[in-house]
C-alpha cells in the first residue's frame, strides 16, 4: 500500500517539513504533486517527477526531481514552486491570521504531465501551512503614511 506523509502535518509556512512515500516497487516513477486554493479559489500547483529507491521510497531531500517543476535536490521544492492555473496570478495570503493554506500532496504513477485536478493518486496527505504562530498578536499600524501590521509574540 502506498503512503505519502509530511512531518510535521502542520507547520508554520517558513518552517521545513518532510515528505517522504513509501510503499512503491523499486525503482518505480512517480509524480509527486502539490496543490492549494487561495483564499479567491485560485488554483497553484507543482510537481516533479521521481524514481522510487531499492527500498520503494521517496524523499524529496534525499532524491533528486528527474523533472517537472523543478529538477535536482529541493526538500521545499513543491512549495517553493507552486505556480497558478490561470496565468498572471500570484500566491498571496491575505489573512495571515485565521486559516492556513491546506497544501494536498498526492502520488500519481509515472509521469503525470497534466492539470487535470480528476487523475487518481496512488495516495494522498494534506499539510497546513501557517503565517502566524500560535498566540501572536496582529496589531494594524496606521501613522501618518505608513501602513504596515505589527506581529507581537504572546
Known sequence: MVEVTVTPQSSLADRPVQIRVRGLSPSQLVTLRAWLKDEHGE???????FRADGAGEVDPGLH???GGSYSGVWP???FWFLQPDTLFRRL???DVAGSPFRVRLE???GLCL?????????ASCEA???FVGPGVQRVPVREGRVRGALFLPP
Open 128 to 130: 497546513e501551512r501557517w
Open 114 to 122: 497534466g492539470v487535470d485536478p480528476k487523475e487518481q493518486p496512488l
Open 107 to 109: 502520488v500519481l504513477d
Open 43 to 49: 488554483r497553484f500547483q507543482s510537481r516533479a517527477f
Open 64 to 66: 533528486a526531481a528527474l
Open 76 to 78: 521545499m521544492g513543491l
Open 92 to 94: 498571496v495570503k491575505r
